[in-house]
Every structure is written in structure tokens, then in C-alpha cells.
Nanobody, 118 residues
Framework: QVQLVESGGGLVQPGGSLRLSCAAS????????MGWYRQAPGKQRELVAH???????DYADSVKGRFTISRDNAKNTVYLQMNSLKPEDTAVYYC????????????WGQGTQVTVSS
């Protein structure tokens, strides 16, 4: 029903910036919540940031003040602006979408690699 395609990952030096994008498509008019998760080698997948259709946001403590999540509801696209990147941010970043607030159904993108290294 919903397909998610991420883009914007790559290699960046510590202190640098990247902007991730995730475009949702399918037979839907809106999506309640969209977010970004990441998974580093040997670690569990964790929430990075989350945003609802009304603009309410939540961030992992490790990225507060450095990352900003936003969305374009007309395009069903979510963005993650990542500034002051650290080597610890290295992971595969996955886009997530929850179409309905009260229905626990989620869709996932294929992921995009972010590598922070000098």
C-alpha cells in the first residue's frame, strides 16, 4: 500500500552535514507519522526522530540539537537534516511511516548508509 524510498546518504567528515529524504507513494492521501531509525553494526535498530502530520516531533537524546526532522505533507516526504555529525552517527538509516494513528501498521524503506569518518 505504501512504498518508501530514501536518498541522501553518503560519506561525510566529522562535523559535517547531510540531508536525508524519504518519499512515500501509494494509494494514500496522508500519513499520520513518519520517522527515521538507524542501525549500527552489532546494535539494535533505534529511533532517531519522529514527526506527526501536525508537526509534533520527538528525538533521541543523542541527536537533540544536531538533527532536525521535517516533512512536506503535500508530497508525503520526510527529511532529516543532520548537522555536527559524529562517528557514532554511522549507521544505516531507515525511513518509517505509520499511516493511521490508532492502527499499529508500519512501512519501511530499504535504508541508506551514512558514514561519518575522517
Amino acid at each position: 500500500q505504501v512504498q518508501l524510498v530514501e536518498s541522501g546518504g553518503g560519506l561525510v567528515q566529522p562535523g559535517g552535514s547531510l540531508r536525508l529524504s524519504c518519499a512515500a507513494s501509494g494509494s494514500i492521501f496522508s500519513i499520520y507519522a513518519m520517522g527515521w531509525y538507524r542501525q549500527a553494526p552489532g546494535k539494535q535498530r533505534e529511533l532517531v526522530a519522529h514527526i506527526t502530520s501536525s508537526g509534533s516531533t520527538d528525538y533521541a537524546d543523542s541527536v537533540k540539537g544536531r538533527f532536525t526532522i521535517s516533512r512536506d505533507n503535500a508530497k508525503n516526504t520526510v527529511y532529516l537534516q543532520m548537522n555536527s555529525l559524529k562517528p557514532e552517527d554511522t549507521a544505516v538509516y531507515y525511513c518509517n511511516a505509520q499511516p493511521e494513528r490508532w492502527i499499529r501498521r508500519y512501512y519501511w524503506g530499504q535504508g541508506t548508509q551514512v558514514t561519518v569518518s575522517s
